[in-house]
Structures are given as C-alpha cells and as structure tokens.
C-alpha cells in the first residue's frame, strides 16, 4: 500500500514538473488564492495559507526552469524505482535507498543557498519514503529467509 502512496507521490512531482515549465506568476498566485480563500476567510492570519500565497507572489520566474526540472527528474526516477520495489526486486531496495539518500543531500545543499521551506517539506517527504523502504526491504528479506528454511526442510523431510 504504502508503494502505491508513493507512486501517487512521484506522479504528482512529475505532473508538477511539467505545469511548473507553463506556469506564470499570475497562475500560481491565482491557484494559491483560490486553495486559500477558505482559511482566509476563517483566519487571515493562517501561517500555512500566508506562507503557500507569498511563495507565489515571490517565485522567481527565473527558477522556474529549475524547479520544473527537478521535480520531474525527481518524480520519474522515483516512479522507476517504485516499478522496480513493487516487482519486489531485492536489489531496487538498496537502489532507492543510495538515490533517495542523494536526493536528500542534494536538497539540504540547495536548502544552503535559498532556505526555502519546500525543499525542506520534500526532503521530509524523502525520509518518510526511506523510512517506508527500509521496513519494506527488510520484511521482503525476512520473508525470503523464511521461504529458503521452509524449502530446505521440505528437502531434508524427503
């Protein structure tokens, strides 16, 4: 279950990557005021509703190109190891973990230069699916120990 979360995750960063190449300020800003106009309405003082509508007052059409690579660089490489992690290929399992790792590290780097809150909220997002991986690996191990001792004490019964 918690692949396919995943796959709804890298499939949003992929679609994301590609409006992000159409976008205009006047869009995002447009689309921030329509998703917050309820918590305004309730609160004009809401940090998450305040914080969502100057990221896209301020978004640099300059990194635009940027961002819209990245999540889809981000998003596809993820959908490709997802694919592989849900044929339950052993060795994709420590692939995503090394990759999702490095995107970590890349992000906290990024995080050096612009502070921005998002890599952050991605970098979280990050550890959560490495977290979910690493329990998936290790359970697709221990199930596959078991399954070799339940064959080899078959063998010996015979």
């Not at 970590?104 to 995080?111: A, G, N, P, S, T």
């Not at 991605?122 to 959560?128: A, E, K, N, P, Q």
Request: hydrophobic share 55%.
């Amino acid at each position: 279950m918690s692949l396919w979360a995943k796959a709804a995750f890298a499939l949003t960063e992929v679609v994301g990557g590609i409006a992000a190449f159409f976008a205009t300020r006047q869009i995002l800003v447009n689309v921030a005021t329509w998703v917050t106009r309820d918590e305004f309405a309730e609160d004009p003082h809401d940090a998450v509703a305040n914080f969502l509508l100057h990221s896209a007052e301020t978004f640099s059409m300059g990194s635009r190109g940027f961002v819209a690579a990245y999540l889809l660089v981000h998003g596809v490489i993820k959908l490709w190891l997802i694919v592989g992690l849900l044929r339950e290929r052993l060795w994709y399992y420590p692939v995503a973990l090394i990759v999702f790792t490095l995107f970590i590290v890349y992000q906290l780097y990024r995080y050096a230069f612009t502070h921005s809150l998002w890599l952050l909220a991605l970098t979280l997002v990050d550890l959560i699916v490495i977290g979910l991986t690493w329990h998936e690996w290790r359970a697709l191990q221990r199930r596959a120990t078991s399954d070799t001792w339940a064959v080899i004490a078959t063998t010996n019964e015979k």
